[in-house]
C-alpha cells in the first residue's frame, strides 16, 4: 500500500534538479523526462522512482519468466530495464563480443519513493513503510542549490572500438550479406569509448539533456551503473488494452539557417532510401505486435512522419494494436524483444549478422528502460543516444549506428554515425 501527496511548484525547472540532486543518496534511480515534448499517448510529464524496497537482478537465462513472477509478487509500480542480450532469451542466440560495462543483463526494482510530474503538480507515492519521511524529504529536496553546468574541460580521450576503414569493411560485408538475400537491413553500430575515466553522471546527463531536449530522456542509477540518455524514441507502451510502437528510422541533421533547415526537413521525408528503411520497419513491427494482437486491430496510425529535435530530424512512424484483458504485459514485450528498429529484418539473420560484425556487446545499449505499473501498463523507450559508465571499472561508452540496406552507400552511413554521436561527445569532451 502507498500513500499519496501532493506538492505545487512554479518552478519545475528548478525542483527537477534539486529532486535529482536528492535522489543521488540512493543505489536506485530511475528518471524518466519528457522535457515538456509534446506527444501522443503521454501520461506524465517526468517520473522519478528512488530507493529499492525489493529487486530483481539476473541475467538472460528465463529473464522473462523471472520477471513475470517478480511482476506478480510485487504487484506494484516497478522499474527497471532489460538489455539487447535479452535477445538470447527468446531466440537461440549468444552475445560473445566485448563488455567494458558488465551491467546485468536484466534489472528491475520496486521503489519506496515515487514522484509523477503534470503540469506545475507533483504527485509522490510513498510505500507505508517510510510515508513519515515525506515532510522531511520535502524540506531536503528544496535544499539543494541548482546545478552550475559549467564548460569544464573534461581530460577524456574518446576511443573508436570501430575505425574508419575497419567500419566500411564492415558494411560492405553487410551489404554482401544484402545482396545475397541472407537479409535486407540490419542496424549496424559501433561504441565510442573512454577507459580510466571518471566522470560526474548527474552534472553529464544535465549537460546532455540541455543540449538535445529529447522526449524519453532517462536518468538511471544501479549502484555503480549509470545510464545517461537522451533517446528520441519509444520502444513499446500498453495503455489499458492498447498497444503502441514508435520505430525511427531516418536521421538529417539540423541547420542553424531556418530555411536550409526545413529544406533538411523536406529531404528527409523525400529520400526513398530512409522511407523504405523505416517502411521495412514497420513491417517488422506490425509482425510482431500481430503475435499478442487482437485479430485484424493492427494499425499504422501515422507512417514516416518526420519530428524535429534540438540536434536531429527523425523520421518515426507509430503502429497500433489491441490485446486481450488476459494477456500478459511480460508476454508482449517478449514477443516484440529486441524492438526492430535496432535489430533489422528478418530480425533473427539480422541479429546473428550483427553479432558476427560488431566489435561490442551491446548491453543495455539498444535495451529499453521503463516501468510497470500495479494495473499492467507499461512504457518503454529505447536505449539510444546514450552515455553508459561503470563507476568501478572507471569505463566510460557510448554507441550509435545507422540502418544498412541495399542503397547504403558506407560514407554516408558513417556520417550518420557522427551526427548521432555529436551530442555524447560534445558532453564528454567540451
Same mark, same amino acid.
Given at each position: 500500500?502507498?500513500a499519496t501527496f501532493?506538492?505545487t511548484?512554479? %518552478? &519545475?525547472?528548478?525542483?527537477k ?8 543518496q ?15 499517448y503521454?501520461?506524465?510529464?517526468a ?43 527468446? !531466440? ?7 563488455d567494458?560495462l558488465? @551491467?546485468?543483463?536484466?534489472?528491475? @526494482?520496486?521503489?519506496?519513493?515515487l514522484?509523477?510530474?503534470?503540469g ?29 553546468r559549467?564548460?569544464?574541460p %573534461?581530460e577524456i ?14 558494411v %560492405? ?16 553500430c ?6 580510466n575515466?571518471? +566522470? ?8 546532455l539533456?540541455? &543540449? ?6 532517462t536518468?538511471?542509477?544501479?549502484h ?15 495503455? !489499458? ?7 525511427i528510422k ?18 528527409l521525408? *523525400? ?9 521495412m +520497419? ?19 496510425? !501515422? ?5 524535429? @529535435? ?16 488476459? *494477456?500478459?504485459?511480460?508476454d508482449?514485450i ?8 535496432? *535489430?533489422?529484418?528478418?530480425? +533473427? ?19 529499453a528502460?521503463?516501468? @510497470?505499473s ?9 536505449v539510444i ?9 572507471k569505463?566510460?561508452?557510448y ?13 554516408? !552511413? ?11 561527445r560534445q558532453?564528454?569532451?567540451?
Amino acid at each position: 500500500m502507498r500513500a499519496t501527496f501532493y506538492h505545487t511548484t512554479t %518552478n &519545475i525547472k528548478l525542483f527537477k534538479e534539486q529532486l535529482l540532486q536528492w535522489s543521488q543518496q540512493f543505489d536506485d534511480v530511475v528518471w524518466l523526462d519528457s522535457n515538456n515534448y509534446e506527444q501522443n499517448y503521454s501520461n506524465y510529464d517526468a517520473v522519478l522512482a528512488v530507493d529499492a524496497f525489493t529487486s530483481i537482478k539476473t541475467d538472460y537465462t528465463q529473464a522473462f519468466e523471472h520477471l513475470k513472477e517478480y511482476q506478480a509478487i510485487t504487484n506494484d509500480w516497478i522499474f527497471g530495464y532489460l538489455t539487447y542480450d535479452l535477445k538470447n532469451a527468446v !531466440e537461440n542466440l549468444i552475445s560473445q563480443n566485448f563488455d567494458g560495462l558488465e @551491467f546485468p543483463d536484466m534489472y528491475f @526494482f520496486q521503489p519506496k519513493k515515487l514522484f509523477f510530474f503534470k503540469g506545475n503538480t507533483i504527485e509522490m507515492q510513498y510505500l507505508k513503510l517510510v510515508d513519515d519521511e515525506f515532510e522531511e524529504d520535502l524540506k531536503a529536496i528544496q535544499h539543494y542549490q541548482q546545478v552550475q553546468r559549467n564548460n569544464v574541460p %573534461n581530460e577524456i580521450k574518446i576511443k573508436l572500438r570501430i575505425h574508419k576503414d575497419a567500419y566500411f569493411e564492415k558494411v %560492405n560485408n553487410m551489404l554482401a550479406h544484402i545482396h545475397r538475400g541472407d537479409l535486407y537491413e540490419a542496424n549496424f553500430c559501433q561504441e565510442f569509448y573512454a577507459e580510466n575515466t571518471s +566522470i560526474n553522471p548527474l552534472e553529464t546527463y544535465l549537460k546532455l539533456n540541455c &543540449i538535445s531536449n529529447p522526449p524519453f530522456a532517462t536518468f538511471l542509477k544501479c549502484h555503480d551503473n549509470y545510464l545517461l540518455s537522451a533517446s528520441p524514441e519509444r520502444y513499446l507502451k500498453k495503455q !489499458e488494452t492498447t498497444i503502441i510502437s514508435q520505430p525511427i528510422k531516418g536521421t538529417a541533421k539540423r541547420s542553424s539557417n531556418k530555411k536550409e533547415d526545413e529544406q533538411l526537413k523536406h529531404d528527409l521525408l *523525400t529520400n526513398t532510401k530512409e522511407r523504405s528503411e523505416n517502411i521495412m +520497419i514497420v513491417d517488422l513491427v506490425r509482425n510482431d505486435l500481430s503475435k499478442t494482437a487482437i485479430k485484424g486491430t493492427v494499425v499504422v496510425e !501515422e507512417l514516416c512522419k518526420i519530428y524535429t @529535435f534540438d540536434q536531429v530530424h527523425q523520421m518515426i512512424s507509430t503502429v497500433t494494436s489491441q490485446v486481450e484483458t488476459t *494477456t500478459h504485459p511480460v508476454d508482449i514485450i517478449k514477443s516484440t524483444f529486441p524492438m526492430g528498429s535496432m *535489430t533489422g529484418a528478418p530480425k +533473427i539473420s539480422a541479429m546473428k549478422i550483427i553479432e558476427a560484425l560488431e566489435e561490442t556487446k551491446r548491453g543495455l545499449y539498444s535495451g529499453a528502460v521503463g516501468y @510497470f505499473s500495479p494495473s499492467g501498463n507499461f512504457d518503454f523507450n529505447v536505449v539510444i543516444r546514450s552515455i553508459l559508465y561503470n563507476k568501478t571499472k572507471k569505463y566510460v561508452s557510448y554507441s550509435v549506428g545507422s540502418a544498412i540496406t541495399a542503397k547504403s552507400d558506407p560514407l554516408t !552511413e558513417y556520417e550518420e554515425c557522427l551526427v548521432k554521436a555529436k551530442a555524447m561527445r560534445q558532453v564528454l569532451e567540451d
